[in-house]
């Protein structure tokens, strides 16, 4: 375990680690977004089989990203809401918007050919926990979250999978974006040969209206959803998701604020468009990433 002490809504895992993010206080009526740093305790590696959390009461989301070392200018064990996260080369791993129950995501148990699916995290992997705030409450609140990677016996064969996803970066979002007229970002995104998906989902922030990803090669509606605050989670067990010729991620958006609104991280100030999935068999994510106003053409920039 590495953090506070263990959470009691979530008991830290036999084999595998614990990760619980300090507690932070929000005041009424504020809303921010924390990035908290660290590096995970284990020693040996750990080939996860499921992820779990648990957010208090006012968090809104966790996303969690590895990175290939330490994080410039943020040490491990400190939280931060300058520059936080995000970036390009940050591999998104775990993510969760719902609070004040846990959460478990079970990777599939056969990758239909006897062997379960697992992610590896190195001995020692930095990263850090993107933690969204938003306090609509009458008085403070102090809230921390919980990560927990359940972990393989050593030694079980398993094949690898990793994350895809897109993020479509430029867009604005006009004052004339209505009911009646939303204003729409695409990503057509490739996907790498012989990749299997079993789980997609969306991410926007509260500005987004419908998320959406239709299958390229046959026109089909992969899933559609409009709660941008519990997106749907689309999740395949069996019979796997594949995208011969890619797939295309849609977001609707309704601006109200009065003002121009641009893409960035800022949960409070700023709109994404993500499309967050995993595939296999990859040892490594992907990034697809589309550029513009409106976006359009994704590029893959790892694979």
Not at 204 to 224: A, I, L
């Amino acid at each position: 375990m590495i953090g506070d002490e263990p959470d009691a809504a979530l008991n830290p895992p036999t084999n595998g680690f614990q990760l619980v993010s300090p507690d932070i206080t929000i005041p009424k009526g504020e809303e921010h977004t924390y990035c908290w740093y660290f590096k995970t305790p284990n020693t040996e590696e750990v080939d996860v089989t499921k992820w779990s959390s648990f957010m208090q009461a006012g968090s809104h989301h966790l996303i969690m990203y590895l990175t290939s070392g330490p994080t410039s200018g943020h040490d491990v064990g400190t939280f931060s809401e300058a520059g936080c996260g995000g970036g390009f080369s940050d591999v998104w791993t775990y993510s969760s918007q719902e609070a004040d129950k846990v959460i478990e995501l079970q990777l599939p148990t056969d990758d239909g050919a006897g062997k379960p699916l697992a992610q590896k995290i190195p001995a020692g992997q930095y990263g850090y926990i993107q933690l969204h705030y938003n306090n609509k409450g009458d008085s403070a609140i102090t809230a921390h979250a919980t990560v927990n990677a359940d972990g393989l016996a050593t030694g079980t064969a398993y094949t690898s999978t990793a994350a895809f996803v897109t993020y479509v970066q430029g867009f604005k979002i006009p004052t004339t974006a209505d009911a009646a007229h939303p204003y729409t970002v695409t990503n057509i995104c490739p996907v790498p040969a012989n990749r299997q998906f079993w789980l997609m989902s969306s991410h926007t922030h509260k500005q987004g209206v419908e998320t959406k990803v239709v299958d390229n090669t046959s026109s089909q509606m992969v899933f559609d959803s409009v709660d941008w605050e519990h997106p749907m989670t689309k999740v395949w067990n069996t019979g796997f998701q594949t995208y011969p010729t890619g797939f295309t991620g849609t977001c609707n958006y309704v601006n109200t604020t009065g003002h121009e609104i641009v893409e960035g991280q800022s949960a409070s100030t700023n709109e994404m468009c993500m499309t967050p999935g995993y595939m296999f068999p990859a040892t490594k994510p992907a990034l697809c990433v589309a550029f513009g106003d409106a976006g359009g053409q994704g590029q893959l920039l790892s694979q």
